[in-house]
Structures are given as structure tokens and as C-alpha cells.
């Protein structure tokens, strides 16, 4: 069992920045990827950014060059920063964790982009 808990959203200008944390806990040791999904008002969730065991990262095309995922295994966390940020980014952030059975998810975080 993965139990992940998400931080760090909130209401920021458009062209802001935020940084999301993503903490575990539980059998870490079975995570093989992490990641980010989206889901805004309307639209369905829609995978944001992943990054593998191994490091390697994988970006929506309309967040390339602006978010970074990263993790820190000293920490069990993962982090999500959001830099230039627009209104369409504008949604319910989910951190979640993939084992080779199970996906696990935390319970998402509201970013809103708005002047």
C-alpha cells in the first residue's frame, strides 16, 4: 500500500510560479514511476508529467519547457514546478504512484491562474 499526499497549490498570476509536493509513504519500494495528472472543469484528467525509478521524464507537450517534475528519494517526495504559468493550467492537480499491479493516487491539489 502507497499512500500520497499532495501540497503546494493555491491561486497565482498568470506568467507565477508554484511548486506541488508529492509525499509517500507506505511500500515505497514497489513505486516503478510517479507522475501528475490534470483535470480541469469540463476536460478529463490528462497526464501532466512522469518521471521513472530511473529518472527519465516524460512532459504533455503544453507544459514542456515550462513545468519540471523532479524526485527526491531521500524524502519520498516528488515535486512538480510550474513556472510561466497560464489560465489554461488552471485545475485539480493529482500526484500519482505506479507499481507493477496498482496505480495509487493522492487526493489533488487546486491550481487557479487568474488575475
Known amino acids: 500500500q502507497v499512500h500520497l499526499v499532495e501540497s503546494g497549490g493555491g491561486l497565482v498570476q498568470p506568467g507565477g510560479s508554484l511548486r506541488l509536493s508529492c509525499a509517500a509513504s507506505g511500500s515505497i519500494f514497489s513505486i516503478a514511476a510517479m507522475g501528475w495528472y490534470r483535470q480541469a472543469p469540463g476536460k478529463q484528467r490528462e497526464l501532466v508529467a512522469a518521471i521513472t525509478s530511473g529518472g527519465s521524464t516524460n512532459y504533455a507537450d503544453s507544459v514542456k519547457g515550462r513545468f519540471t517534475i523532479s524526485r527526491d528519494n531521500a524524502k519520498n517526495t516528488m515535486y512538480l514546478q510550474m513556472n510561466s504559468l497560464k489560465p489554461e493550467d488552471t485545475a485539480v492537480y493529482y500526484c500519482?504512484?505506479?507499481?507493477?499491479?496498482?496505480?495509487?493516487w493522492g487526493q489533488g491539489t487546486q491550481v487557479t491562474v487568474s488575475s
Open positions: 500519482y504512484a505506479g507499481t507493477s499491479t496498482v496505480v495509487y
